[in-house]
């Protein structure tokens, strides 16, 4: 969750449609992951948001909604160049502390950080590559599939999270990709 006042991203913007529908008040909580979700398995908190996956290490101990979004790491090139033939030895941009970086190791590219201007191929989102006007090289590097938290044992709360959701889900990617454009 975002820090004091309101969440931010497409996450919290779900979440802030999710409790209108039900007439319900937000009130943000920041914190790190570990935190958040002890506080979330005691019934401190009644959601966590944040990037998490559905393999969390916290799964079995609290409540995930089934997964609302699916994304894929994938390497891109610039616009309209095609990939080198050989990526051994080719610099890839990518995020700090990206999970991709395993898979560019094991590829033999050269991980360096986004930004920097070191590397023409990029580690990037798949529902990025329009709104950066990049080329798909064909090579996923993980793939993600997005969770909700919950307290634990709350079935008929994170059933009816999960129908919000599920009404939301052709909408996801268009957001992300607008919230990247502005």
Do not use: C
Not at 111 to 133: H, N, T, Y
């Amino acid at each position: 969750m975002a820090g004091r006042g309101e969440g931010r991203g497409v996450e919290a913007e779900l979440i802030g449609e999710f409790a209108k529908s039900m007439n319900a008040r937000i009130e943000w909580v920041a914190g790190g992951e570990s935190r958040l979700m002890q506080a979330l398995g005691n019934y401190q908190l009644d959601l966590v948001i944040g990037g998490i996956e559905d393999g969390t290490a916290w799964r079995d101990r609290v409540g995930i909604s089934m997964p609302y979004f699916r994304s894929a790491t994938v390497l891109a090139a610039p616009a309209g160049e095609n990939p080198p033939p050989d990526l051994h030895g080719q610099p890839v941009a990518i995020g700090e502390g990206d999970p991709a970086r395993e898979k560019l190791h094991r590829l033999g590219t050269v991980p360096v950080p986004a930004g920097s201007g070191e590397a023409k191929l990029s580690a990037v989102e798949d529902w990025q590559i329009p709104v950066r006007g990049l080329t798909p090289t064909g090579t996923t590097l993980r793939t993600a599939r997005h969770v909700i938290a919950a307290p634990p044992g709350e079935n008929g709360w994170i059933l009816r999270l999960d129908r919000f959701l599920n009404s939301q889900r052709a909408e996801i990617a268009g957001r992300l990709q607008r919230q990247a454009g502005s």
